[in-house]
Every structure is written in C-alpha cells, then in structure tokens.
C-alpha cells in the first residue's frame, strides 16, 4: 500500500475543528481551503460536510502533497485541487461562499497574510465566514510556553514565519473588510477565529 502524506497534528485537530465548522458553515456553497497540505483536513470536513463542496487549494511548490489523499477519497463534494499562492494578484476562483485555512498564518510571511485576507476580501460575498484555525499570540504576549516555543523555532528556521498577533491581524482584517465574529479556544493552546465579510 501506497503511504500517503501524512499530518499528526491533523489527526489531533480535526475532530474539534469540525465541530465548530459545523456551527459556522451551515448553510450549502463552496468552501475555500487555502493551503490544504496533505488534504487530511479536505476529506474529512468534505466528507462530514456533505452540503458542502469543498475546494482544497495550495500554493504551486505544495500543491502536489495533497493529490493523492484528494484522488484517493474520491468524494463526489470535494473539488480538484487548485493551485493558488495567496500573493497573487489574480486568484483561481472568483467566488466562494466560506473559506477556511488551518496552520498557515505563522508559515507565510506578514505580506502573504495580508494577501491571504486582501484576496478573500474579494472572493466572499457579503456575511460569508472565513475560519482561521491555529496559535496566536495577543497584546505581543503568547498565550503557553509550548507557542512560545513554536514562534521562536519558526523565527529560527525563516524570518519571514512566526506567530501572528491579534493586534495585528485585527486591523487587517477590518481594513479588507471583516469583522471578527467569535474566538474559540482549541486543543493545545489553539485558537478558531471566525471573521465574517461586512
Ligand atoms: C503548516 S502547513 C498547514 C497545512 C494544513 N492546512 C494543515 O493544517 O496541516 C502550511 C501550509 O500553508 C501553505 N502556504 C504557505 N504559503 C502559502 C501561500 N503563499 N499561498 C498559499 N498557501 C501557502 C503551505 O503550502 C502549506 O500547505
């Protein structure tokens, strides 16, 4: 059997991310994955989401890890992949009706982020959600040691990664049109932060 690309961390967050999808993700449409990895989050939620169709994308060097979990699941709801960078000024899709991203925040860089919410700006409609799942830090502080951690490996490894913070992300995320609808606490010092177009 063929081994596919594989997350630990998916197996232990999907579970609790799914119940709050359920919760926010409520009515039919596209959902928007930006940067799916290895897909294990797409064919969960696609498959436990059958109202939706789900629409896993990721950047052009990634794109290839998540094929072969997508090809293999075979769910008539979850879309091909599309390879999309969140820096370009011209997105693959025009329209979504939700969209979510997990663990990606902290891997692009600040401008990738604000690319990340000008570009969903621009493809949800008015009242759409888009779900952010991963660690934040608040007020410049971190919220455990183990984010503290994380960040400091993350700035070890590239300058351009590292945990966001909410002060930032906050008027970011109003000045393209969003405002922050809930911020739920999840497993391992993890945050799911809802923002909804205007
Ligand atoms: C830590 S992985 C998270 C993958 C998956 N969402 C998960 O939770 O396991 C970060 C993801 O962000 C994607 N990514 C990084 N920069 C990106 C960009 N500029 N545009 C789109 N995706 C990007 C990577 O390709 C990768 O799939």
Not at 123 to 136: H, K
Not at 158 to 179: K, S, V
Request: proline share 7%; hydrophobic share 40%.
């Amino acid at each position: 059997m063929v081994s596919l690309p594989y997350s630990q961390a998916c197996e232990n967050n999907k579970q609790p991310i799914l119940a709050r999808l359920k919760e926010v993700f409520v009515g039919p449409g596209t959902a928007l994955e930006v940067g799916s990895g290895t897909g294990q989050h797409a064919v969960y939620f696609a498959a436990a989401l059958p109202h939706l169709t789900w629409q896993p994308s990721d950047h052009p060097a990634s794109i290839e890890t998540c094929r072969p979990r997508l090809a293999a699941a075979a769910l008539a709801n979850l879309a091909e992949p599309l390879v999309l960078d969140v820096a370009d000024t011209v997105w693959p899709l025009t329209q979504a009706d939700m969209a979510f991203s997990a663990n990606t925040a902290h891997i692009m860089s600040w401008n990738e982020v604000e690319a990340l919410f000008h570009g969903l700006g621009r493809v949800l409609s008015p009242g759409a959600p888009f779900c952010l799942y991963g660690p934040f830090s608040y007020g410049g502080r971190h919220t455990s040691g183990s984010n503290a951690d994380f960040d400091r490996s993350l700035r070890a490894r590239a300058a351009h990664m590292g945990l966001r913070d909410m002060d930032d992300l906050q008027p970011l995320a109003e000045d393209t049109g969003f405002y922050l609808e809930s911020d739920t606490a999840m497993p391992a010092n993890n945050r799911l932060l809802v923002w909804r177009r205007r």
